[in-house]
């Protein structure tokens, strides 16, 4: 039996049957939940390693739920929907989902990006071992410094090693603000004498990183301070 447990919850109960098929044949351990407040009442009681959660349901919908959960739980959140409006996508991660899915879907896709959150997922839990040391984790965003590989839910962003530099400062300093003279000083080794190539820099990595780069999730901006990234 497997150790991973995955909570399935969506009002329409054929959906979540056939998931719960494709999970099972997977090996995971499977929990339904039919809304928001049976999903709140399962996520507390037993040990969920990951949530695959519709949006439209009675009762509590899948955002409020969201929201719920992320006050406690840092598990990964995968959210239906039969919505495919780009805002729709962009509210669902900046809420703390950490990947989204349209319906009608592929099994199999789903199934994929559950694998790769759950091997997300203990890879985070496992950042006291040396092995991953290197590797930091904010959301669907990744940072390994050893290899200078960013991914963002399991996609390559592709950085200039400037850019590599300003991100693995913030993500090394989760929560810290940085003024824009001290990314320059950290980053280019010198004082500080063309500050705004700094601001040039990290609306490129918005670019890069962000769903929506206007609204950001990860690189955020404390006004007339600096920027920073968040712990999630």
């Known amino acids: 039996m497997s150790k991973y447990n995955i909570l399935v919850v969506d009002d329409d109960k054929e959906i979540t049957e056939a998931i719960e098929i494709y999970l099972l044949n ?10 928001g407040i049976q999903a709140l009442k399962v ?9 695959i959660m519709d949006i439209m349901m009675p009762n509590l919908n899948g955002t409020r739920a969201t929201i719920e959960l ?37 099994p ?8 790769s959150q759950i091997r997300r997922y203990t890879r985070f839990s496992s950042l ?21 590989l960013v ?15 300003i991100l693995n400062l913030l993500m090394s300093n989760l929560g810290r603000v940085f003024s824009i003279e001290e990314i320059y000083e950290r980053v280019w080794n010198e004082a500080p004498y063309n500050v705004d190539t ?6 490129r990595i918005r670019e890069k990183i962000e769903v929506d780069p206007r609204n950001p999730q ?12 968040d712990k999630k």
Do not use: C
Not at 218 to 229: A, D, E, H, N, S
């Open 128 to 148: 006291n071992t040396s092995e991953n040391q290197d590797i930091i984790i904010v959301g669907g965003l990744e940072l390994n410094k050893a290899s200078k």
């Open 198 to 203: 700094v601001t040039v820099h990290i609306r």
């Open 70 to 106: 992320r006050k406690e739980k840092e598990i990964p959140i995968i959210m239906l929907s039969a919505k495919s409006e780009d805002s729709d996508i962009i509210l669902g991660l900046n809420l703390g989902a950490d990947d989204y899915l349209t319906k009608p879907f592929n």
């Open 43 to 51: 996520a507390k009681e037993e040990n969920i390693h990951l949530i």
């Open 218 to 229: 990860y690189v955020k901006v404390v006004w007339g301070v600096g920027y920073k990234v």
């Open 26 to 35: 997977e090996g995971y351990n499977v929990f339904t939940a039919y809304d």
């Open 108 to 115: 199999l896709e789903l199934i994929a990006r559950v694998n």
């Open 151 to 165: 991914t963002v839910n399991g996609r390559e962003a592709k950085l200039t090693p400037l850019e590599f530099k």
